[in-house]
């Protein structure tokens, strides 16, 4: 079935994907000291890294307007249906304005189709879903099976995080300086998941690089033992190259069909930092997180 596909400023998408899919995306904003941009749209990476250095500050981020989203679903062909993927509920009033935004249109249009997900991720996961979306929507299937199938993806969608740093977090104003001096004096690594309500929860406390990393792939085994068809996405801070080591490293590990890698954009950047790591797959239907 032909449907228009959509998503937020809050997903970090491969180029691959973004020539292939065809996604609209309606961006967030970042508010910097010095003005405001748009993620996808007016500034990209290597701006958005040089101002975090060079202005020494972390941008306050806000979600698209119910508005926004309302003219996004309204360029769209009036033939097509839209499923739209948003960020979390959990971490953005996001979802609440794409919601707004489609009953705003559909008070002019009722006869459109417009689904909004909550994806209950982010970044590299709401990639995971778009890639799921376009797979199982070039098959056979109706409007409402796809997304049915879409909810039941949504549960079994397991994201993992890993910061190299704790500086953007400090800078945020979301660490204690205090405390957050002592972890980067210890060597201190975050591993963190999605919960099962959309929000971010640190999981473990890990002192090194090295133990660090080997424990965050480890993690992969603990959600899914059987990988047939099974995709894997990864998304990196500002860091391909050793982004690309460790995913050599996972599928030398786990046998997924294929792996996706893709920068974290400005919204994961400004809360993960350089070197951040975030991978995204499905559990198994035991295991869903």
């Known amino acids: 079935m032909k449907i228009q596909i959509m998503t937020d400023g809050g997903a970090d998408l491969a180029q691959k994907m973004l020539d292939k899919l065809h996604i609209n995306i309606v961006p967030l904003y970042l508010h910097f000291s010095d003005g405001q941009f748009k993620t996808h749209e007016n500034i990209d990476l290597d701006s958005f890294y040089q101002k975090i250095k060079d202005n020494k500050e972390i941008p306050n981020t806000s979600a698209p307007s119910p508005h926004d989203f309302y003219e996004a679903y309204k360029a769209v062909d009036t033939e097509l249906p839209i499923i739209m993927l948003s960020l979390s509920k959990g971490l953005s009033s996001t979802y609440e304005n794409a919601v707004a935004g489609k009953d705003m249109l559909l008070e002019e249009q009722p006869d459109r189709k417009i689904e909004v997900i909550n994806t209950k991720t ?122 690309q080591s460790v995913l050599r490293e996972i599928m030398n590990r786990y046998p997924f069909k294929d792996g996706f890698l893709m920068p974290t954009g400005p919204l994961i950047s400004s809360y993960g930092g350089e070197g951040a790591l975030v991978i995204s797959f499905f559990a198994d239907s035991d295991n869903a997180v």
């Open 122 to 243: 982010a970044s590299c996961g709401m990639a995971l879903l778009l890639h799921e979306t376009a797979k199982i929507g070039s098959e056979s299937a109706s409007f409402e099976q796809i997304v049915a199938h879409l909810r039941e993806r949504v549960e079994q969608t397991t994201t993992l995080f890993m910061l190299k740093t704790l500086e953007n977090l400090i800078l945020g104003g979301r660490l204690d300086k205090v405390k957050g001096t002592i972890a980067k004096t210890l060597n201190i690594k975050l591993l963190m998941r999605g919960s099962e309500e959309g929000t971010i929860e640190v999981t473990e406390k890990i002192r090194g690089e090295k133990k660090a990393l080997r424990r965050f792939i480890e993690q992969i085994g603990d959600h899914a033992k059987n990988f047939d068809d099974k995709v894997i996405t990864l998304a990196h801070g500002n860091d391909e190259e050793r982004a």
